[in-house]
């Protein structure tokens, strides 16, 4: 079975800290899915990124970075120069690729990140 | 992506009623997703709707609780039937917007909560 694991639970930052979000992931399949949703206090889930197994290249979008390694089975997001509206809950999640079947994503419990001006 | 709306955008009902909950979404999706959140909790899958057949519902989940339909590839709805305060959750619909491709968007999510 597929687990996802996001041991901080809360994390207070100042504006312009960065900041890393950690996630570990089991799974038996050689192929699968990693993500990341934030989850502002709006409520909607906001798609970050897909990284699949195959992919180990780190990935930079503006603030966001994140470091997949398959070797300690991390997949990592570091917001770089936090600001206010990055306060959020942001989940990582797992979804292994099953052929002839519906995909599940698998949730971690989340990280609720808060970033004080 | 997708725009996916849902109604009501929240609630607050009594213990024994019903409450249907819609997804729309833009464009033609095969695989709609409907989970649950409750309160200060991750996100659990409750069931897949794929259109033409039906739900598929996750361990824990009963389709007499949580009855789905799926009439076309753009709308899905979930209701959730005789009501407890167990119940006071985020429900969210997702999709898969492009097959095959895993990703899930997510609906704003309708929030519940139950007197």
């Known amino acids: 079975a597929q687990k996802v694991t996001q041991a901080q639970t809360e994390i207070s930052v100042v504006e312009k800290e960065d900041v890393t979000l950690d996630c570990v992931y089991e799974t038996r399949d050689t192929t699968y899915y990693l993500f990341w949703y934030k989850q502002p206090p709006s409520g909607e889930l906001v798609f970050l990124i897909r990284?699949?197994?195959?992919?180990?290249q780190n990935e930079i979008s503006g603030r966001y970075s994140w470091n997949f390694q398959k070797s300690t089975s991390s997949f990592n997001f570091t917001i770089t120069a936090s600001q206010v509206v990055d306060s959020a809950v942001y989940f990582c999640a797992l979804s292994e690729a099953r052929t002839g079947a519906n995909s599940k994503l698998t949730f971690g419990k989340g990280i609720t990140l808060s970033v004080r001006p | 992506s997708a725009v996916i709306s849902q109604k009501p955008s929240r609630d607050i009902c009594q213990r024994g009623t019903s409450l249907t909950i819609q997804c729309q979404v833009d464009?033609?999706?095969?695989?709609m997703f409907w989970y649950r959140q409750q309160p200060g909790q991750s996100l659990t899958l409750i069931a897949t709707?794929?259109?033409?057949?039906?739900?598929?519902?996750e361990s824990g989940f009963v389709i007499d609780k949580f009855p789905i339909s799926r009439p076309n590839l753009t709308f899905s709805t979930l209701t959730v039937s005789n009501m407890s305060p167990e119940d006071s959750s985020i429900y969210l619909c997702s999709v898969e917007a492009v097959p095959g491709a895993e990703t899930q968007y997510f609906g704003p999510g309708t929030r519940l909560l139950v007197l």
């Open positions: 464009s033609q999706v095969t695989m």
């Open positions: 709707a794929n259109q033409g057949s039906e739900a598929t519902y």
């Open positions: 990284r699949n197994s195959f992919d180990e």
